[in-house]
């Protein structure tokens, strides 16, 4: 299973966009990339999944390069409501890809 | 939207008591899930299982945890022995046929051994 590595903690300004990057340098083929978010006391919550270059959704954007050994989660104009922990994992399927990292804590302050 | 119900919400127990917990998962998935989440620390992966059988397992699934799909809806994780350590918030989580689009988790039942 690919290891991914994200940043331990970032903190953004409100209204400002927040960029999560994401190295997942063996992954594999078959791989899919997968973000989660999660609050405090709560179940992770799924957000956006890609294969390659860009997928866009209500909640985010999520940026993968042609080599595929990172990936970028973009959220656009953060408020207060986006501090949470977010997860990158990767694997062939949700089936695959049960083992989540540490997370990049995000605070949005006002 | 539809969601992954899980109860109790909260549970107290003695330790070496056995534990069960429940998890109604969304109707039409097929793959379900178990992960705890100790206090402060990262979500880790316990077990998944599909068509009635264990798919994947990690290493803290131990001899102590079983899973079991009794009926058409219900989806249990059981510990027989509880230690201190089994403290932890406990999620159940599904996904559809495809397992694409991500998994969804339950609101988690938090386990407290004492």
């Known amino acids: 299973l690919a290891k991914t590595t994200q940043p331990i903690s970032m903190d953004s300004y409100e209204g400002q966009e927040v960029n999560i990057t994401c190295s997942h340098n063996?992954?594999?083929?078959?791989?899919?990339i997968t973000w989660y978010q999660q609050f405090p006391s709560q179940g992770p919550r799924f957000i956006i999944q890609?294969?390659?270059t860009k997928v866009t959704n209500e909640v985010a954007s999520l940026f993968i390069p042609a080599d595929r050994k990172s990936s970028t989660l973009s959220l656009p104009r953060v408020s207060l409501s986006d501090t949470a922990v977010y997860y990158c994992?990767?694997?062939?399927?949700?089936?695959?890809?049960?083992?989540f990292g540490t997370g990049t804590s995000l605070t949005v302050i006002p | 939207e539809p969601e992954v119900t899980q109860t109790p919400s909260h549970q107290v127990t003695q330790m070496g008591q056995e534990v069960i917990l429940r998890c109604v998962p969304i109707s039409n998935h097929l793959y379900f899930y178990w992960y705890r989440q100790i206090l402060g620390q990262k979500v880790e992966f316990l077990v998944s299982?599909?068509?009635?059988?264990?798919?994947?397992k990690s290493e803290i699934f131990d001899d102590q945890f079983s899973v079991e799909r009794p009926d058409g809806s219900n989806f249990t994780l059981k510990i027989r022995s509880t230690k201190l350590e089994d403290s932890a918030m406990y999620f159940c989580?599904?996904?559809?046929?495809?397992?694409?689009?991500?998994?969804?988790f339950g609101q988690g039942t938090r386990l407290t051994v004492v």
């Open positions: 994992l990767v694997g062939e399927n949700t089936g695959n890809q049960f083992y």
């Open positions: 989580a599904s996904s559809d046929i495809t397992r694409l689009g991500g998994a969804f």
């Open positions: 299982f599909y068509n009635n059988e264990i798919s994947e």
């Open positions: 063996n992954i594999a083929t078959n791989d899919y």
């Open positions: 890609g294969y390659k």
